[in-house]
Each structure stands twice: as C-alpha cells, then as structure tokens.
C-alpha cells in the first residue's frame, strides 16, 4: 500500500512538473548569444525588445560605429521566433521530461526571425565610406570628345547588406556585439558625374547644323555635320572650380568651316566679324543642346560695311560692287540696303555720278529690252548708251507692264556679280527698284564703289 502511495505521488509530481514546462523556457536555451532558459512567455518578449535596443559596435576599416538594430530597420517576428522557441515544450509528457533533462546538459542555440526593413536597405545604400582624401584627377579628351578620370583616387564604399544582415542574425545579444561587415565599392561621385555630362556632350555632336547667314536680301544655307561640329569644339576643365566647359575655336571655325563652306559670304564681308558672330550663334545652340532642347539649326545676320560716312550730301546713293550691295542714305543716316546684279559685258563705272533722267519704262537699244523704273546715272560716249539703275529687263513692252521678267540667261544666286541681266549697268528686284525709284530725284547724288 504504501509503495503504491509513492508511485502515485511520483507520478502525479512529475505531471504537474511537465504542465511548468511548457510555460517556460528549457534550461541552455540561446536567442543569438543571450541565454534564455527558464523564462516565461512575458520574459522572453521583454528580452528580445532588449535586442534590438542594444548597441552593437559595427568595425569598418579600423573605425567603430554603434548603431541599435531597431534604428536601422531592423524587427523581430516575434510570434514566428516565439513558435521556434517553445517548440520542444509541445511534446508529449515522457518525451517533455527526456528533452528537458537533456537540455540541462545540451546547449540549444534559435535564431531570431529578424525582418529587415526598407529602412535597412537605404541604410546600407545612403550610408558611404570614403577613406581617401586625394580627390580624383579629371582630365580632358579633346579627340573623343569626353572629359575623364585620369588619376583615380577616390574610393568609397557601403556595408554589404547580405554580409551585414548575416552577421546581426548570428551575434545578436543584450551583451557587447562587435561585427566587421563586408563593403561594397560604389562608382565616386565624380565618375557618375561625368558619365552624365559625356552622355549630354554626345547629344552635342548628335546632329547636324542647319546654317542661314543673311546679308542683306541673300540667304546662303550652310550644312555643318556633326564631325565638323565635333572638331572646332574644345573641352576644358577647372580642377580648382570643378567647372566644365564647351567652347568654339574660332580659328577652326574660320579655317575649316566658313573659308570652305561660306566662301561666298566670307568674300564680300569682313571675315573675322562672320566667324565671331556664327560663333556666338553655335555657342548657343550647344547650350540649348546640352539641356535636352530639340535645337538644329542657327540664323545670323552678318553686318553690312558701307563705305561712306552718310556726309556726302543729304541724299545719296551708294554702290558696292564687291558686295553687290546698294545702300540708301538719307540726312547722315544709312535708311535701307538692297541686293543688286551688274552686267558682265559692259563694267560699271566707279566714281561720283548723279542721276541724270528717270523713266517708268526704259529701253535698252543694245539687248533690245524693256527696263522697268529706269534711272540713268551716266553716258557711256563709245556706246553711244545710258548706264543706269532699274529693275529686272523684260524681253517686250507687254512683258514689262504685265510683270513677267524674262532674263536672257539663268542667273547665278542674287546679288552675285556679273549676271546676265539683258540691260546695262546696276539691276534690283521689282520692289526694290521701285522703292529707289520713289528715293531717288533728278540730281541724286550715286557713289560707286569697286
């Protein structure tokens, strides 16, 4: 009877030492490196909120940084980490006691079931390490046409975050944690930037150029393709004032560009005056380029030169047949320009004329042609003939009063010297005629220029 008492106290003991537990924790049971054996649910939560409190001492290249896991997106699962955890105190009741006994000799190391957040990541991106104080040497390729790193010192890093994540997994305690992540290397700020800029630079020599140069009433249309724009542009850059520049050399521009392509242009106006003012209209195409603007083609005017001072008389007229160009002067002031065409049989006269008659309609007797708003300036003796200005000769009367020009052979570009005009001497488009026909009076004053 009284052995039979015994078991049954026994029996009944170790029943109600199995129902604790599966309240607390086994004995040597280990979140990371803290022990948490014997403790309750309440105990073990408390605990792991004490983990992500606790600072670690994160060592990178010899230079410690403490930072809390919880300020660097760090969490735990609890309910998932809580499941790991009391997962032995589920067995059953002989299986309970086996396991718990073990325990006390055994150690029974869980990882927590940490989340890391979005926080953790841009952590681990926004977060450099630079270890070099030279800055990188940036140099220029004038013949690619790029700027580049020429002496590449600056290095910089951020924390690997599989490495990191790894390691606050294995050596998360409420005891002092030092880890040593590994570091990924990140382009410098400098390569980036340059890479942007080159990439800008390239829209630059993307297409070509569309060139209207206006002097006067004539236009000329000049193409500049991209590898001419890529030779006459220099690169520079300020290692002091970290500045990029895109400039014209004006040199290239005039030799290469204008002499060849704008030959026609460069002969009858001042050269070096073309090239600075194209210069300047290319320059800011570049710049419209460079900031992502649709920008293909440029129109500049060149400056007119006349010759006289507008004090030859109170009105006059000046002739410029270099430039095939007609100047209308009134009380000191230039007041209106026109293109003009001269006759390549008979030259015209250089000097000081004025204007001896005017016509509505005149009459060639060596062309045989009608010529519209006649104004004679000279008498040529040998040819027995008045030079004169007037518009475009038309092959009869009719022609002249219906309006239809009828030119005895195709003309070069307007304005050109030696047209075939079918008439003598200075010749003008039909509006143009008129309105130096309403300028003009008997008397007024005509400077011819060679």
């Given at each position: 009877m009284h052995l039979r008492l015994v078991l049954i106290i026994s029996v009944l003991s170790l029943y109600l030492a199995s129902l604790g537990l599966t309240q607390i924790t086994?004995?040597?049971t280990y979140i990371g490196q803290t022990n948490i054996g014997y403790m309750n649910k309440t105990q073990v939560e408390k605990t792991l909120d004490k983990l992500l409190a606790k600072e670690m001492q994160i060592t990178i290249r010899e230079n410690t940084y403490n930072y809390?896991?919880?300020n660097i997106g760090v969490s735990i699962d609890k309910k998932t980490t809580l499941q790991k955890i009391y997962a032995p105190n589920s067995f059953s009741f002989g299986k309970n006691i086996t396991t718990f006994i073990s325990s006390i000799f055994t150690a029974r190391k869980i990882d927590p079931d940490l989340v890391f957040t979005k926080d953790f990541f841009l952590f681990t991106e926004n977060i450099s390490f630079d270890f070099v104080t030279k800055p990188d040497s940036i140099g220029v390729d004038n013949i690619g046409k790029s700027f580049i790193i020429e002496e590449e010192n600056e290095k910089k890093f951020v924390i690997d975050p599989d490495s990191l994540?790894?390691?606050i997994t294995q050596h998360i305690s409420d005891k002092e944690i030092k880890i040593e992540p590994l570091l990924s290397e990140i382009p410098s700020t400098k390569a980036v930037l340059l890479a942007q800029y080159n990439k800008k630079i390239d829209q630059v020599f993307s297409e070509?150029?569309?060139l209207r140069i206006t002097t006067g009433a004539s236009l000329a249309r000049i193409i500049i393709n991209p590898s001419e724009i890529r030779d006459i542009v220099n690169l520079g850059y300020d290692q002091y004032s970290?500045?990029?520049t895109l400039g014209i050399d004006e040199k290239k521009l005039k030799d290469r560009i204008l002499l060849n392509k704008v030959s026609y242009v460069m002969k009858n106006t001042d050269a070096t005056l073309s090239a600075k003012t194209i210069k300047e209209a290319l320059v800011n195409l570049i710049n419209n380029r460079l900031v992502?603007?649709?920008?293909?083609?440029?129109?500049t005017k060149i400056e007119e030169k006349y010759k006289s001072d507008g004090k030859l008389a109170e009105k006059y007229i000046e002739v410029d047949l270099l430039q095939q160009k007609m100047y209308l002067f009134k009380e000191g002031l230039m007041v209106k320009s026109y293109a003009i065409t001269t006759n390549w049989d008979y030259p015209v006269p250089i000097g000081t004329f004025e204007i001896l008659n005017k016509l509505d309609i005149g009459y060639s007797a060596i062309y045989q042609r009608w010529m519209p708003y006649w104004m004679s300036y000279t008498y040529n003796k040998s040819l027995n003939a008045y030079f004169g200005i007037h518009e475009?000769?038309?092959?009869?009367?009719s022609d002249a009063l219906s309006g239809t020009p009828v030119l005895s052979a195709t003309p070069k570009v307007t304005g050109a010297p030696e047209t075939p005009v079918d008439g003598t001497s200075i010749a003008l488009d039909k509006q143009s005629a008129q309105e130096v026909y309403l300028f003009a009076e008997k008397g007024t004053k005509v400077v011819i220029y060679e």
């Amino acid at each position: 009877m009284h052995l039979r008492l015994v078991l049954i106290i026994s029996v009944l003991s170790l029943y109600l030492a199995s129902l604790g537990l599966t309240q607390i924790t086994y004995p040597n049971t280990y979140i990371g490196q803290t022990n948490i054996g014997y403790m309750n649910k309440t105990q073990v939560e408390k605990t792991l909120d004490k983990l992500l409190a606790k600072e670690m001492q994160i060592t990178i290249r010899e230079n410690t940084y403490n930072y809390k896991p919880q300020n660097i997106g760090v969490s735990i699962d609890k309910k998932t980490t809580l499941q790991k955890i009391y997962a032995p105190n589920s067995f059953s009741f002989g299986k309970n006691i086996t396991t718990f006994i073990s325990s006390i000799f055994t150690a029974r190391k869980i990882d927590p079931d940490l989340v890391f957040t979005k926080d953790f990541f841009l952590f681990t991106e926004n977060i450099s390490f630079d270890f070099v104080t030279k800055p990188d040497s940036i140099g220029v390729d004038n013949i690619g046409k790029s700027f580049i790193i020429e002496e590449e010192n600056e290095k910089k890093f951020v924390i690997d975050p599989d490495s990191l994540r790894t390691l606050i997994t294995q050596h998360i305690s409420d005891k002092e944690i030092k880890i040593e992540p590994l570091l990924s290397e990140i382009p410098s700020t400098k390569a980036v930037l340059l890479a942007q800029y080159n990439k800008k630079i390239d829209q630059v020599f993307s297409e070509p150029v569309n060139l209207r140069i206006t002097t006067g009433a004539s236009l000329a249309r000049i193409i500049i393709n991209p590898s001419e724009i890529r030779d006459i542009v220099n690169l520079g850059y300020d290692q002091y004032s970290n500045q990029f520049t895109l400039g014209i050399d004006e040199k290239k521009l005039k030799d290469r560009i204008l002499l060849n392509k704008v030959s026609y242009v460069m002969k009858n106006t001042d050269a070096t005056l073309s090239a600075k003012t194209i210069k300047e209209a290319l320059v800011n195409l570049i710049n419209n380029r460079l900031v992502g603007k649709s920008a293909n083609s440029i129109e500049t005017k060149i400056e007119e030169k006349y010759k006289s001072d507008g004090k030859l008389a109170e009105k006059y007229i000046e002739v410029d047949l270099l430039q095939q160009k007609m100047y209308l002067f009134k009380e000191g002031l230039m007041v209106k320009s026109y293109a003009i065409t001269t006759n390549w049989d008979y030259p015209v006269p250089i000097g000081t004329f004025e204007i001896l008659n005017k016509l509505d309609i005149g009459y060639s007797a060596i062309y045989q042609r009608w010529m519209p708003y006649w104004m004679s300036y000279t008498y040529n003796k040998s040819l027995n003939a008045y030079f004169g200005i007037h518009e475009t000769p038309y092959k009869n009367g009719s022609d002249a009063l219906s309006g239809t020009p009828v030119l005895s052979a195709t003309p070069k570009v307007t304005g050109a010297p030696e047209t075939p005009v079918d008439g003598t001497s200075i010749a003008l488009d039909k509006q143009s005629a008129q309105e130096v026909y309403l300028f003009a009076e008997k008397g007024t004053k005509v400077v011819i220029y060679e």
